[in-house]
C-alpha cells in the first residue's frame, strides 16, 4: 500500500506527464525506481488512468458531445467523420495492449529501454516538428492518417516513447500544425485511456479502494487539466523542442544513474 504523499506525487507526474510529450509511463516507472519506493500496483495504476480521463472528459466535454453527435447523425454536419475516425486510430493501440501486456508489465519497464525509448521518440518528434508542414488544420483528419496516427500511438506501449509524444510526431509529420497535432492527440487519447481503465477495473477489489486511490484520481485529474491547457497554449506559440531537450536530459540521467551503481 503507497502513503497518501506517494499517491499525490504519482498523481501529479501522471496528470502532467500524460499529456506532455515527455512520457508518463516513463515517469511512473522512473519515479519509484529514483527513490526506491514499491511499485504502486495496478489499483493504483487505474486511479491514474481514471484520473487523466476525467481530465478529457472535462475539457473536451463540448468537443466530444459534437464529435458523437455528428457521427452518430446529427444534422447539419457530415455525420461519417471524425467519431469513427478516432474509433480507427484507436484500435492499433488497444491490440497492442491486448497483445503486449504482459511485456508491458515486465520487459519494457526495464530503466535502459525506458531511457533509449526517451532520446529515440525524443529525437523523431524533434525531426518531425522541425521538418514537418505547418498548414494543415485537424479537419484533415483522414482514414490513412487516422491509421498512421493510432500505430504510432501503438507504440507507446513501451514506457518511454509517450503516447502523446508519438501521436504528435505522427501528426506533425503528417503535415498537422503544432496545435492541431496536439488537440488529435488529446482526442485520441480519450477512447485508448477508458478503455485501459476500465479494462483493469475488472481484476480491482474493495481491499484496492483506499484514500490513497481517490488522491491518485483527483490529483491527476487536476493536473492533467492544467497540462492540456498549458500545452494547446503553448504550442500556438512555440515549438516542441524544450519537450526534447528534456527528454534526452533524463534519458541520459538514467544510463549515468545506471552505469554509477554498477
Partial sequence: MISIFQAMALGLVQGLTEFLPVSSSAHLVLLPWFFGWRDPGLAFDVALHLGTLLALLIYFFR?????????????????????WLLALGSLPGALAGVLFEKQAEGFFRSPLLVA???????????????????AKEATGFSVSSAIFIGLAQAAAIVPGVSRSGATITAARALGFNREAAARLSFLLATPITAGAAFYALRSLNSADITPAFFVGIVVAA????????FLLRYVARASYRPFV???LVLAALVVIIIVSSK
Fill in 116 to 134: 533509449v525509448a526517451l532520446a529515440v521518440a525524443g529525437v523523431l518528434l524533434y525531426l518531425a516538428d522541425l521538418w514537418g508542414r505547418r
Fill in 63 to 83: 468537443d466530444w458531445l459534437d464529435i458523437f453527435r455528428t457521427g452518430l447523425g446529427g444534422a447539419g454536419k457530415s455525420p461519417q467523420k471524425t467519431l
Fill in 222 to 229: 487536476l493536473a492533467g487539466l492544467l497540462a492540456i491547457r
Fill in 245 to 247: 531537450w528534456y527528454r
